[in-house]
């Protein structure tokens, strides 16, 4: 994942505002970067309005490709949110959330692993 220094460096919420920065987007860049994944994985896209500044955010910063994890009940309305922007579906993968569960009969922790789609802009 590369650092994106603007979002290294926000503080406040006029910081995030006066950035033009989506929350969902930061914390998908906080647990990218805390759970060593490669791309951004959004848990939770919120509702249409987060939609396009999440595709504002993605594009600006030069995101090729990502990952949604999100596993709501509006999933086919984000989906189609990053279809009408050029977005396509180009895998379906398993990744480590960076969160742990207990194992009960290993009696253990277990790395938390979660279907998550592959996106990226496909040119035409």
């Known amino acids: 994942m590369k650092k994106i220094e603007i979002l290294e460096n926000l503080e406040t ?8 920065i989506n929350y969902s987007f930061y914390w998908a860049y906080e647990k990218a970067k805390r759970a060593g994944l490669e791309r951004l994985d959004f848990e939770e896209l919120g509702f249409e309005k987060d939609y396009l500044e999440i595709i504002e955010n993605i594009e600006r910063f030069e995101i090729k490709e990502f ?3 999100d596993q709501s009940t509006a999933l086919m309305n984000e989906l189609q949110a990053f279809k009408n ?13 960076g969160r742990t569960n207990w194992n009960f009969e290993a009696k253990e922790d277990e790395k938390e692993i ?5 996106l990226r802009k496909i040119q035409k």
């Not at 919420?13 to 033009?20: I, T, V």
Request: glycine share 4%; proline share 3%.
């Open 67 to 69: 990952t949604i994890s």
């Open 114 to 118: 979660k279907p998550a789609l592959v």
């Open 85 to 97: 922007k050029g977005y396509s579906i180009v895998d379906l993968i398993e990744q480590e959330t």
């Open 13 to 20: 919420n006029e910081d995030f505002q006066e950035n033009k």
